[in-house]
């Protein structure tokens, strides 16, 4: 038997062959061994294998040799099912051409994009090659801008991912425009019931070509799991990214809304980071892309639907933030490392909730995989965050210390004005009895602030409010209800409806005014030390 070990015998063209070899590419992979051929010989085929196993390759050849360039029309359409995977599909095409020196003209559309300027270049230039979101080819469809009717060759790149967001009705619609006669590639990593129906409604005897490429990312990629709690797990991922030092990583979270959360987490503790995923304009897409891809971020946070197909030289770690929902899922984003024959490490956090889905991985991979904790104390100190403060750099029990420590030396204090800003100051008159957590504001020049929210304790809390509330005017309010107690327990006593005597000034509030002239303080229990 023939054993098929460079691209020459595969049929690709020298031209193609040397274009490959610029790029280091020499030596085929199992999915282009079993699938050019069967292209090249103007058959349909159903691939699947996982991202990064070389399938775009696989059809970007075929597809090349089947292009009349005399032709002024569409012969080749790619759909994929996000925007970052048409850009790339469309980059490495490019890289392809300029390469072999080639006068094909590809032209990628997708949301985001101004359509004017699509449909511009569709208008003044011939297009052989379309590379397009399901979406943005039905719009110009509608539109009237392509004809679909000179397709031969048809890719359904990732046809799982883009049937599980909802794009069924889109595919069929798309694949009902091109000629009955046309070549079909479609490429899944996993075979879904949709898939079939798909194969079986519109594909001509379908090669079906499975690699099973499952067990060797799983064998050349490190793993491991972080075990930790919700509440910690933030601080786990901090220290681990300190401990490990990516030179880029990628960390998964399940939504959209985590992955925005985590990034502004994760900024405010100084990483250089940046977010991916559906809710961020085009523009917005890309600039994050190549900020990655330059190195000028160090992580990328992103959903899986965002980071479907990236593929991007030197990442060295993958984060699971969020654990993956299916044992796909995790091959899926821990093969975003490791390419090309480099190392790669694949970190899990898992919490007690996620036992099950993480014992459904370890099946579903045929391996166990080791687990470990980290010190969450020392996360904070290898990256406070600035705007939290002195809190961060502590563990939870030094935190609880420290705080009992404070409360003790406060109630020490109370009674006589040290250490906080409550109980309202006067130059020649009494404080009145405003607690350390109200938000009374009495004004200076003898004018009391209104309506005083005080009650206050010593320890911070605050306890039955009322409205003290002075008036500017020099008249006393009436039944206020401050009462702070120095030893940080707060009755609900009523004060008096008069100018009485204040007392109780509280510590560690916010409260309490300055009064410039000798104006009583409204009515309260006074503090006792």
Same mark, same amino acid.
């Given at each position: 038997?023939?054993? %098929?070990?460079?691209?020459?015998?595969?049929?690709?063209?020298?031209?193609?062959?040397?274009?490959?070899?610029?790029?280091?590419?020499?030596?085929?992979?199992?999915?282009?061994?079993?699938?050019?051929?069967?292209?090249?010989?103007?058959?349909?085929?159903? =691939?699947?294998?996982?991202?990064?196993?070389?399938?775009?390759?696989?059809?970007? %050849?075929?597809?090349?040799?089947?292009?009349?360039?005399?032709?002024?029309?569409?012969?080749?359409?790619?759909?994929?099912?996000?925007?970052?995977?048409?850009?790339?599909?469309?980059?490495?095409?490019?890289?392809?051409?300029?390469?072999?020196?080639?006068? @094909?003209?590809?032209?990628?559309?997708?949301?985001?994009?101004?359509?004017?300027?699509?449909?511009?270049?569709?208008?003044?230039?011939?297009?052989?090659?379309?590379?397009?979101?399901?979406?943005?080819?039905?719009?110009?469809?509608?539109? *009237?801008?392509?004809?679909?009717?000179?397709?031969?060759?048809?890719? %359904?790149?990732?046809?799982?991912?883009?049937?599980?967001?909802?794009?069924?009705?889109?595919?069929?619609?798309?694949?009902?425009?091109?000629?009955?006669?046309?070549?079909?590639?479609?490429?899944?990593?996993?075979?879904?019931?949709?898939?079939?129906?798909?194969?079986?409604?519109?594909?001509?005897?379908?090669?079906?070509?499975?690699?099973?490429?499952?067990?060797?990312?799983?064998?050349?990629?490190?793993?491991?799991?972080?075990?930790?709690?919700?509440?910690?797990?933030?601080?786990?991922?901090?220290?681990?990214?300190?401990?490990?030092?990516?030179?880029?990583?990628?960390?998964?979270?399940?939504?959209? !809304?985590?992955?925005?959360?985590?990034?502004?987490?994760?900024?405010?503790?100084?990483?250089?980071?940046?977010?991916?995923?559906?809710?961020?304009?085009?523009?917005?897409?890309?600039?994050?892309?190549?900020?990655?891809?330059?190195?000028?971020?160090?992580?990328?946070?992103?959903?899986?639907?965002?980071?479907?197909?990236?593929?991007?030289?030197?990442?060295?770690?993958?984060?699971?933030?969020?654990?993956?929902?299916?044992?796909?899922?995790?091959?899926?984003? @821990?093969?975003?490392?490791?390419?090309?024959?480099?190392?790669?490490?694949?970190?899990?956090?898992?919490?007690?909730?996620?036992?099950?889905?993480?014992?459904?991985?370890?099946?579903?991979?045929?391996?166990?995989?080791?687990? !470990?904790?980290?010190?969450?104390?020392?996360?904070?100190?290898?990256?406070?965050?600035?705007?939290?403060?002195?809190?961060?750099?502590?563990?939870?029990?030094?935190? !609880?210390?420290?705080?009992?420590?404070?409360?003790?030396?406060?109630?020490?204090?109370?009674?006589?004005?040290?250490?906080? !800003?409550?109980?309202?100051?006067?130059?020649?008159?009494?404080?009145?009895?405003?607690?350390?957590?109200?938000?009374?504001?009495?004004?200076?020049?003898?004018?009391? =602030?209104?309506?005083?929210?005080?009650?206050?304790?010593?320890?911070?809390?605050? =306890?039955?409010?009322?409205?003290?509330?002075?008036?500017?005017?020099?008249?006393?309010?009436?039944?206020?209800?401050?009462?702070?107690?120095?030893?940080?327990?707060?009755?609900?006593?009523?004060?008096?409806?008069?100018?009485?005597?204040?007392?109780?000034? =509280?510590?560690? *509030?916010?409260?309490?005014?300055?009064?410039?002239?000798?104006?009583?303080?409204?009515?309260?229990?006074?503090?006792?030390?």
């Amino acid at each position: 038997m023939t054993i %098929l070990n460079d691209f020459t015998s595969l049929g690709i063209q020298p031209k193609y062959t040397e274009a490959l070899k610029e790029q280091s590419i020499t030596e085929p992979t199992p999915i282009q061994v079993e699938t050019i051929p069967v292209l090249l010989n103007g058959e349909d085929v159903i =691939g699947q294998a996982q991202t990064g196993t070389g399938k775009t390759m696989a059809f970007l %050849l075929p597809m090349l040799a089947s292009i009349d360039k005399e032709k002024e029309s569409i012969q080749s359409l790619i759909v994929t099912p996000t925007r970052e995977l048409a850009i790339q599909v469309t980059a490495e095409l490019n890289q392809l051409l300029a390469a072999s020196k080639e006068d @094909i003209n590809v032209l990628a559309v997708y949301g985001g994009q101004d359509v004017e300027k699509q449909i511009k270049r569709l208008t003044n230039k011939a297009v052989h090659i379309v590379i397009g979101t399901p979406g943005r080819i039905l719009d110009h469809v509608r539109r *009237g801008t392509v004809d679909f009717t000179e397709v031969s060759f048809l890719v %359904l790149d990732e046809a799982d991912q883009m049937l599980h967001i909802g794009f069924f009705d889109e595919v069929e619609a798309i694949i009902r425009e091109t000629p009955y006669t046309r070549q079909t590639a479609l490429f899944s990593a996993t075979m879904s019931k949709d898939i079939r129906k798909i194969g079986k409604r519109y594909m001509n005897n379908p090669h079906n070509v499975q690699i099973r490429e499952k067990e060797k990312i799983v064998e050349e990629i490190q793993q491991e799991v972080i075990e930790t709690t919700d509440r910690q797990k933030l601080d786990a991922l901090s220290q681990t990214i300190h401990d490990v030092q990516p030179f880029l990583g990628i960390i998964f979270c399940r939504t959209k !809304r985590r992955v925005s959360k985590l990034h502004m987490d994760l900024k405010a503790r100084g990483f250089l980071v940046d977010e991916l995923h559906g809710d961020l304009s085009q523009a917005k897409r890309e600039a994050v892309m190549k900020k990655f891809r330059d190195a000028k971020i160090q992580l990328l946070i992103a959903t899986d639907v965002a980071a479907r197909g990236l593929d991007v030289e030197g990442v060295t770690h993958v984060f699971n933030y969020d654990i993956p929902e299916d044992v796909e899922s995790y091959i899926h984003r @821990i093969g975003r490392t490791g390419r090309a024959g480099n190392d790669g490490l694949a970190i899990t956090f898992a919490a007690l909730k996620d036992k099950q889905a993480l014992e459904m991985i370890e099946k579903g991979i045929e391996r166990s995989l080791p687990r !470990r904790e980290v010190e969450v104390a020392a996360a904070a100190e290898s990256n406070p965050s600035p705007s939290r403060g002195k809190g961060n750099n502590e563990s939870a029990k030094d935190r !609880r210390e420290r705080k009992i420590q404070e409360s003790r030396e406060r109630s020490r204090k109370s009674g006589r004005g040290s250490g906080g !800003r409550d109980g309202e100051r006067t130059s020649s008159g009494r404080g009145s009895g405003r607690g350390s957590s109200g938000r009374s504001g009495a004004g200076s020049d003898s004018r009391r =602030g209104t309506s005083d929210r005080s009650a206050g304790r010593s320890d911070g809390r605050s =306890g039955t409010s009322g409205r003290s509330g002075d008036r500017p005017d020099g008249r006393h309010g009436s039944s206020n209800r401050s009462a702070a107690r120095s030893d940080g327990r707060n009755p609900s006593g009523r004060g008096s409806s008069s100018a009485g005597r204040g007392g109780g000034r =509280g510590t560690g *509030g916010r409260s309490g005014g300055r009064s410039g002239s000798s104006s009583q303080g409204t009515g309260g229990r006074r503090g006792r030390s």
